[in-house]
């Protein structure tokens, strides 16, 4: 009776400890269509919602519906919300120009803020939400599917660490599906997605940012020295107000780096290759491996390790750097890293429309 009485004690305080564990977050918007991926995870108990700041009623029945929320987590406003709760961190499901809006409202109360990619629609946004996070000490960070690949995570410790390729020499990454509106996004998510103003630009922004952001953490956190792009608008009536196409070249002292970006090809894809002077990785998808050494004639694939606890997923991540246990100075997920992001993606917008090479200062 003893044995069972005691194992039932471990499992009730093995519970607490987990919900203790949980973290207390904010949701800031309900427009982008990733906050349903926050969502599952509250509805597996993986997560505490205390609060959500939404102005669309429409967006704000149809998640009270949907997950049984109650009438009081609701809020219009960020900063009001904020008056009356204090979550761990703010989360940022709105469109990329309103991000700046939510570090303006969390970072005074010292409440850190994690954003889905891209950190900003411009660079003196970015450079505005950064001053404040250096100013009140919170954390920054952006969040991107293809952070929690285990795939991308094991290609780059098998480049830094074990310098299984040498030298990096080019980086090509492929982003981008059919279509926002062709794999059926919702209204609200379409509406900002495909506003210049809104999002930034089109496809450049959308699918651009993760080659900007896998390059610059495979290149040591260094920007490029230029950068040069090319748009389309290839279905102009269905996207008349921005790019549907980008391909964007990025020059470093050694290196090149290629990103393609598109709302136009036949399927979904998400991939990496790095090309280095004794060998080649390509991050197939998330997570397999494609592998050759110098001087073999053979591929090898193969899947890569799973990943540790605190690199799974954004949640983990992000409760991991609230209590120290990881430093987020230059990796994917960074401050450092995405004020060069959108740097690039600024001088790629500029380069499209001038028809030249943009200087990165």
Not at 14 to 36: M, P
Not at 87 to 106: K, R, T
Not at 299 to 308: D, F, S, T, W
Request: glycine share 6%; proline share 4%.
């Amino acid at each position: 009776m003893q044995k069972y009485l005691t194992i039932a004690l471990l499992a009730f305080f093995s519970l607490q400890i987990k919900a203790q564990s949980k973290l207390n977050v904010v949701l800031a918007g309900l427009s982008h269509d990733h906050v349903n991926l926050i969502m599952d995870s509250y509805k597996k108990g993986e997560v505490n919602i205390i609060g959500i700041a939404e102005e669309n009623p429409v967006l704000v029945e149809r998640f009270k519906t949907r997950f049984k929320l109650a009438d009081s987590v609701f809020f219009t406003d960020l900063k009001e919300l904020l008056k009356h709760l204090k979550p761990d961190a703010v989360l940022a499901y709105n469109a990329i120009e309103d991000h700046l809006m939510v570090v303006e409202a969390a970072a005074p109360l010292g409440i850190s803020v994690m954003v889905e990619k891209p950190l900003a629609v411009s660079v003196k946004h970015a450079e505005r939400m950064a001053a404040l996070a250096r100013q009140y000490k919170i954390h920054l960070l952006t969040n991107y599917e293809t952070t929690w690949y285990p795939s991308n995570q094991e290609a780059y410790t098998r480049i830094k660490q074990s310098s299984v390729i040498g030298d990096i020499r080019k980086i090509v990454a492929h982003d981008g599906h059919e279509g926002p509106k062709e794999i059926g996004v919702s209204k609200e998510f379409l509406n900002w997605l495909t506003d210049p103003k809104k999002n930034g630009g089109g496809a450049i922004i959308d699918f651009g940012c993760y080659g900007a952001n896998l390059m610059t953490w495979l290149m040591n956190g260094k920007a490029p020295i230029s950068v040069t792009a090319l748009t389309h608008q290839i279905k102009k009536d269905v996207y008349p107000n921005v790019d549907d196409d980008a391909t964007i070249l990025l020059e470093y002292p050694t290196a090149t780096g290629i990103i393609e970006a598109s709302w136009n090809w036949p399927f979904s894809i998400k991939d990496m290759e790095v090309f280095g002077k004794t060998g080649y990785i390509q991050a197939v998808n998330s997570n397999t491996l494609r592998t050759k050494e110098n001087g073999k004639n053979n591929y090898q694939l193969e899947e890569a390790k799973p990943l540790a606890p605190a690199y799974s997923n954004h949640l983990n991540y992000l409760a991991a750097v609230l209590k120290n246990e990881v430093k987020s100075e230059n990796d994917l997920s960074s401050l450092n890293n995405n004020l060069i992001v959108v740097k690039i993606l600024e001088a790629a917008k500029r380069s499209a429309k001038e028809g030249r090479k943009v200087l990165i200062d």
